[in-house]
C-alpha cells in the first residue's frame, strides 16, 4: 500500500502497471494478486485506506469558544491543503474514476461533509440566529474543495498547488465567504 501511495504521487495511477506496483513494493506481481483482485481492487483498497486516515487528519474546529474565528478558519484550510498536496496523486484518479463511478468519491464527500458540520456548529454561537450561517459555511468548503480538485486535476492557476500564496488565498476567500453577511 505504501509503494502504491508513493507511485501514484510520481505517475498518474492509470499508467502503473501491476508489475510496477509489485517491483516498488519488493514484492511479486504473483504477491500482489493474493492480496488483491486485480489493480482496481488494489485502487478500493488505497481510497479505502486513504478515507481512514481522513478521520484524524483534518482536525475539528476546536470546542474553545475563546479560540479566535480567524484561527479556526486557518486551521481547517491548511489542514486540507496540507492533505491534497500529500495526495495530490491519489485524489487525482480517485476524481477521475469518480466520474464513471461515484461511490469511489464518497467517502471524500462525507468526510467534508462532517468537517462542515463542525464547523457550522463550532461557529453558530458566534452569529445566533444568523439564518445563513450554514449555506455560507457550506458553500465556502464547495469552493475550497472545487479549487483544490480543479488544482490537482487540471492545475490552471493563476496559483498551483505548490505556490506558497495559495494558503493565504484559500483562507482569504473562505473567511470572507463565511463571515461576510
Known amino acids: 500500500m505504501r509503494a502504491g501511495k508513493k507511485l501514484c504521487e510520481i505517475k498518474d495511477f492509470d499508467e ?8 516498488a513494493a519488493g514484492c511479486s506481481v504473483g504477491s500482489f494478486y493474493s492480496r488483491f483482485t486485480d489493480k482496481d481492487g488494489f485502487f478500493r483498497a488505497l481510497v479505502g485506506d ?46 477521475r474514476r469518480s466520474m464513471t463511478e461515484p461511490a469511489l468519491w464518497e467517502p471524500s464527500r462525507k468526510r467534508g461533509q462532517e ?47 505548490e505556490d506558497e500564496a495559495l494558503e493565504g488565498e484559500l483562507l482569504r476567500a473562505f473567511r470572507l465567504m463565511i463571515l461576510t453577511r
Open 115 to 161: 468537517i462542515a458540520n463542525r464547523l457550522v456548529a463550532r461557529l453558530a454561537h458566534t452569529a445566533p440566529g444568523d439564518p445563513h450561517l450554514e449555506r455560507r459555511v457550506r458553500f465556502a468548503f464547495q469552493m475550497l474543495y472545487g479549487t483544490l480538485n480543479n488544482a490537482v486535476l487540471i492545475a490552471p492557476g493563476p496559483l498551483q498547488l
Open 16 to 23: 502503473l502497471s501491476v508489475a510496477e506496483i509489485a517491483a
Open 50 to 95: 486513504a478515507a481512514e486516515r481522513d478521520k484524524t487528519a483534518t482536525p475539528p474546529p476546536p470546542a474553545d469558544p475563546k479560540q479566535p474565528i480567524d484561527d479556526i478558519l486557518a486551521e481547517v484550510v491548511a489542514a486540507t491543503l496540507a492533505s491534497y498536496r500529500k495526495r495530490r496523486g491519489l485524489i487525482r484518479a480517485t476524481i
